[in-house]
Each structure stands twice: as structure tokens, then as C-alpha cells.
């Protein structure tokens, strides 16, 4: 079991930036951000494994970055350009074990979350 903590939401005019950060109690091999806005389903945002190798959803390619320092257990995630749509509780997601892909994963450690919030 690892435990994750999330900083880093807050409230932003869109077109601004948010930088969100995880950190986690122990090591991880897939970790991703998810979000989920009120009335809509919990979708993933973008994902990194233990070597690095990334993916996003595309409604976030070219504005987020997600990044993982795997000797600290720490992710982040840069938002720039944030949109109105991007409002959203943002999660923290950790896969501990090896795993030939982290696409699909049903992840089974979560953090409590943090809150992005974009006014137009």
C-alpha cells in the first residue's frame, strides 16, 4: 500500500498556470493524475512510468506536463493554459508493482485529492 498526499490546486483565471505535486510513501511504478469534475465521470489526465515514458489525455496535450522524480516518489503536474473545462478534483494514483503496461490500470492507491478550480 502507498500513501499519496496532493498540493499545489487553487483557483486560477483561465489562460493561467497550476503546478500540482504528489508525493508518495513509498515507490511506485505506474503513477498518473486523474480528475473528475461534479456530474461527470473520473477520467486520466496523463500517466508516467518508472522510466518515464508518458501519455495524455488528449484534451491536456500541449498545456500539461507530468513529471516523477522515482528517487524522491514525488510526481508532479504542470497546467499551463488552463480552461474553464479543466475545473476539477485532480487525484493521485500509484501502481506499486511492475506492470508491462500502465494504460488501463486499475489503480489501487489514491490520494484525498486537491481542487482546480478555472474562472473564465
Known amino acids: 500500500q502507498v500513501r499519496l498526499v496532493e498540493s499545489g490546486g487553487g483557483s486560477v483565471q483561465a489562460g493561467g498556470s497550476l503546478r500540482l505535486s504528489c508525493v508518495a510513501s513509498?515507490?511506485?511504478?505506474?503513477m498518473a493524475w486523474f480528475r473528475q469534475a461534479p456530474g461527470k465521470e473520473r477520467e486520466e489526465v496523463a500517466r508516467i512510468d518508472r522510466g518515464s515514458m508518458t501519455s495524455y489525455a488528449d484534451s491536456v496535450k500541449g498545456r500539461f506536463t507530468i513529471s516523477r522524480d522515482s528517487a524522491e516518489n514525488t510526481m508532479a503536474l504542470q497546467m499551463n493554459s488552463l480552461k474553464p473545462e479543466d475545473t476539477a478534483m485532480y487525484y493521485c494514483?500509484?501502481?506499486?508493482?511492475?506492470?508491462?503496461?500502465?494504460?488501463?490500470?486499475?489503480?489501487?492507491?489514491w490520494g484525498q485529492g486537491t481542487q482546480v478550480t478555472v474562472s473564465s
Open positions: 494514483a500509484a501502481h506499486s508493482r511492475y506492470t508491462l503496461s500502465c494504460a488501463g490500470l486499475q489503480y489501487s492507491n
Open positions: 513509498g515507490s511506485a511504478y505506474c
